[in-house]
């Protein structure tokens, strides 16, 4: 158990179920397992092959941290340019440390004056290992970094794996996909700046797996800039990975004495995709999410976005308020269009003081009067833009990143502030800092809806480092502001999900995943997230979207969003008296449940097209409740009506109460599991909430 050390240089690290083995010699750190457990002292170091012409000793060997160089010929996690000429990192063993659950193992490149320092450490009750790297420059000169990625990832076997991940774009992120790797190379990346909306980063390998059964390797990227992963099979069906922050573009000059630490990387192997999903949410729980608010459960919030648009006022949200209140909100925040000139998105970003002419009176006598209906106050901003047409803009051009040779690509008409000048960290900590000192403010919601362009940076010796450096002060700002203000939550918002990732979870204490709030869309989106982010953090409104291409009840709606953090964002002052009541009802039977679903096991049972509905549920750790949401989708009258609905995750000893709308029954755990209840769904979208109480 935990991490030892055997037969010369071969580390053994057991995290929980799982073990993960590598032995470290001459040609760095060789990697020798990533499953199950056996006996340490079981391992032996690889054999060296004979060399031809055409296969030099490294295509045969499985590397931990493969730098470019010599004969490696396959993605590399380490490129360095040295001040002597050499472009290729020769990285030799140099000691090992075990500090209680880490392990460090040193590398070096000594006729060049490179340390390579790779940290494991394991996360036991989540059977999972963080990883990351730490280079330091020893030359007494610069070192050009050119890529340094997180971790190199070998999986077991030569059989072909299945590569899942969750791909979209805007408004349709985390849309599961699946694909068996034969040969060559398979990218995933983000190269705009920020995680996006186009893959999820991380590496999720499995052979015939399901949601509950068969072995499912992932490995998962704390990162929230752009970020590439490389996995590849070899000749001799080997499945190996890169994964990292992108090289695109990218480079750091370390000077000497400096070190550059990669993003984490979580790695862990589970039985089937849900049992993957459950260690990742309580990796985030107990590890990456901040820890003020980790175990408080989110409140039930309001957001104006969908139904006021730009044109807020001081009247009409506290009309808002008002009914979001009597509905049983907790929190309302106003949304976009409350600073500056912003009446739509072609002016203001960058403005951030409080409109004249929509807030006479200052911001203060809307959050007093949110507060005196009982609820906290949020706002919305977006530090790192700003429009041309600003005062902003007009005072420092400069604080865009620019060539100025170049026109500036607008994109939602907007420009991207070079957050890695000290100034304009400041002016963003400054302004965002007294926002919250002169008003009782307890969420912000901190969006950032384009990517990067004309990429210059002036004010950087090596301008390639923005790419990182960004991310790096994003974090930064946000860490500083917690720490004065550390009764505020953050929510991070990308143009909807394009800031999802363990990264920026370990900054900000949830996400918006999707601008799509279409319940049945919702549902897809839901479930690509649900694979590797914490349900806690998933904001999920309830909203009017679509209603008139295609209806849906209140009770489908809310039984979509309330499989999150559930969050109201319907135009309230269009409602029907009958309709306020039935959006109360729905609040009041969350606010009984979220303590499930926000800290419980969630199992994924059900998802056409191979299931004829949607069925998720959450049980407690304890397994003494559960709460199970069955939702149909476009369901014909074929045979799709008739279902048989099977409830994992159960106790199977116990004996549960269980009630729905529909439904009373008492029946075992075992039962509910093994056999299931048949129910007939007649309509398309209609929706059916179980709540499990255990009775024995
Ligand atoms: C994009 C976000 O995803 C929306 O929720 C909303 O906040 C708008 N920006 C506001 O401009």
């Known amino acids: ?29 060789a990697h020798l397992h990533w499953g199950a457990v056996s006996p340490a002292e079981d391992f032996e170091e690889p054999p060296l092959r004979e060399e031809n012409s055409n296969h030099a000793p490294l295509d045969f060997i499985k590397t931990e941290y493969i730098p470019y160089g010599g004969t490696m010929y396959r993605e590399y996690a380490l490129k360095c340019s040295f001040s002597n000429g050499c472009r290729e990192t020769a990285l030799e063993f140099s000691g090992a440390q075990i500090n209680g659950g880490t392990l460090e193992i040193t590398l070096e490149d000594k006729s060049c004056g490179l340390e390579v320092r790779l940290i494991y450490t394991c996360r036991e009750s989540c059977s999972i290992i963080e990883r990351r790297a730490v280079i330091k420059n020893l030359s007494g000169r610069d070192i050009l970094i050119e890529k340094a ?11 072909e794996y299945e590569i899942t991940n969750a791909n979209g774009s805007w408004g349709a992120e985390f849309r599961q996909s699946r694909q068996t790797l034969k040969s060559g190379e398979l990218v995933f990346e983000s190269r705009k700046g920020t995680t996006a909306h186009h893959h999820m980063p991380a590496l999720i390998a499995s052979r015939g797996a399901g949601e509950e059964s068969g072995e499912v390797f992932f490995a998962v990227l704390g990162w929230g800039g752009s970020w590439k992963l490389s996995v590849s099979r070899d000749f001799a069906g080997r499945t190996s990975a890169v994964l990292g922050i992108n090289d695109r573009d990218f480079s750091y000059t370390l000077k000497s004495g400096e070190e550059f630490e990669t993003p984490p990387v979580y790695l862990g192997r589970a039985r089937g995709f849900g049992d993957m999903s459950r260690r990742l949410n309580e990796l985030a729980l107990r590890h990456i999410l901040p820890r003020r608010f980790a175990y408080e459960a989110l409140p039930v919030l309001y957001n104006s976005w969908e139904a006021t648009g730009f044109g807020v006022n001081e009247a009409q949200q506290l009309k808002l308020a008002k009914r979001a209140a009597e509905i049983g909100c907790e929190l309302f925040v106003m949304d976009d269009g409350w600073f500056s000139t912003r009446n739509s998105d072609k002016s203001g970003l960058g403005d951030w003081d409080v409109s004249k002419i929509k807030f006479p009176r200052g911001l203060k006598p809307l959050i007093d009067g949110v507060k005196a209906l009982g609820m906290e106050f949020g706002i919305w901003v977006e530090p790192e833009m700003v429009n041309p047409k600003s005062r902003l803009y007009k005072e420092h051009p ?22 890695t000048k000290p100034e304009v960290q400041k002016y963003i900590f400054d302004f965002m800092d007294k926002l919250l000192c002169e008003n009782d403010i307890r969420y ?47 929510e991070a918002c ?30 897809e989106i839901q479930r690509g997230y649900s694979l590797l982010y914490p349900q806690k953090c998933m904001r999920a409104w309830v909203t009017d979207t679509n ?17 999150g953090a559930l969050a109201v964002g319907s135009d309230l002052s269009k409602l029907s008296r009958s309709e306020l009541a039935q959006y109360k009802k729905h609040i009041a039977l969350y606010k009984k449940i979220r303590h499930i679903v926000q800290f419980g096991r969630r199992y994924r049972v059900l998802a056409p097209p191979s299931g004829k509905i949607y069925l998720n549920g959450f049980v407690s750790p304890n397994g003494d409740e559960a709460v199970y949401f069955a939702c149909t989708a476009a369901n014909s009258f074929f045979e799709d009506r008739f279902v048989t609905l099977r409830f994992d995750g159960l106790d199977e000893n116990a004996v549960y109460e269980v009630k729905s709308e529909h439904r ?3 029946k075992s755990g075992a039962y509910l599991m093994n056999r299931g209840i048949d129910v007939v769904y007649y309509k398309p979208l209609e929706s059916e909430i179980f709540i499990f109480k255990r009775i024995k």
């Open 398 to 419: 400069d604080w865009t990143y620019h060539y100025d040779c170049r026109t500036p690509s607008l994109l939602r008409s907007q420009l991207v502030l070079n957050l």
């Open 547 to 563: 209603s008139e291409a295609r209806p849906v009840s209140a009770a489908y709606r809310f039984a979509v969003s309330m499989q």
């Open 494 to 523: 990308a143009s909807g999900g394009g800031r999802t990732d363990l990264g920026s979870l370990s900054h900000f204490d949830m996400v918006w995943p999707s601008d799509n709030t279409d319940p049945l869309d919702r549902l």
């Open 664 to 666: 009373h029954f008492k």
């Open 1 to 29: 158990m935990g991490i030892t050390k055997s037969k010369g240089n071969i580390f053994s690290i057991v995290s929980g179920d799982m073990q993960y083995a590598l032995c470290a010699g001459p040609g760095g750190a």
């Open 444 to 490: 912000i919601k901190w969006d950032m809806n384009r990517p990067f362009s004309e990429t210059g940076a002036e004010n950087l010796k090596n301008p390639r480092e923005l790419w990182y450096r960004h991310t790096k002060a994003v974090f930064k700002i946000v860490d500083e502001l917690r720490k004065k203000h550390p009764d505020v939550q953050f």
């Open 149 to 159: 990625a997180s971790a190199e990832l070998h999986l077991p076997g030569e059989e």
